[in-house]
Structures are given as C-alpha cells and as structure tokens.
C-alpha cells in the first residue's frame, strides 16, 4: 500500500487532495491529464470529472499543447492556490524541524 504523504493526511484522502497535492509537488512542471490521473493514483475518468471544476476555478491552467495533448498546470498566481502551497510548505516544515529535533535527541542518547 502506497504510503500517504503529509498532505493528503492533513487534509484527508480524496481524489481531489491526491491531485492537488501531486500539482503542488511538481508545481513548475506541466501535466498530461494521464500524468496527472497516473501520478495522483486515481482513474482518468475521475479526473476528467473534476478537470471542469479545477479549470472553472483556475486551479490548473491550460499550458502547451504537445501533439494531441493538452498540458495543464498548477495557477500559482490564483491566491487560493497560493494559500493550498503555503499550507503544504509549512506542512513539510514543520514535519522537518520535527525530524531534525528527534534526530537530534536520538544522537545525544547514542553519544
């Protein structure tokens, strides 16, 4: 079983927080719509139930066509979407500084 990351445990496991947390970690990047269903672990035909929405609201943009293929890509520009990346950074920030400290006494037990 696929290990869940701090996001989508955060926010709950729904097909629609697998993809925003997939776009939000590739944020730079663009996507074909079977990147995105393949990479979010979900079934194309529920991405292509959500993609209106996602557009409509302009939390994807189309990007470039290659060949056939419409890319899409995260709007970081929209300030909702700004808020979702914010919540995500300090998300893993804080599970780091987390880590960092458990490191740390681990060390000084072993020393």
């Known amino acids: 079983m696929e290990e869940k990351t701090l996001f989508v445990k955060f926010l709950g496991d729904s097909p629609k927080i697998r993809v925003l947390d997939m776009l939000i970690t590739g944020r730079e990047l663009d996507y074909s719509i079977s990147d995105i269903a393949e990479q979010a672990t ?3 035909a529920t991405f292509y139930r959500m993609i ?5 609201n302009k939390i994807i943009l189309p990007t470039r066509k290659f060949g056939n293929i419409q890319l899409y890509k995260l709007n970081t520009i929209n300030p909702q979407v700004k808020e979702l990346v914010r919540l995500y950074d300090n998300l893993l920030k804080a599970e780091s500084e987390k880590e960092i400290k458990k490191q740390k006494v681990e060390k000084e037990i072993v020393c």
């Open 42 to 44: 979900i079934s194309r």
């Open 52 to 56: 209106e929405s996602l557009l409509k």
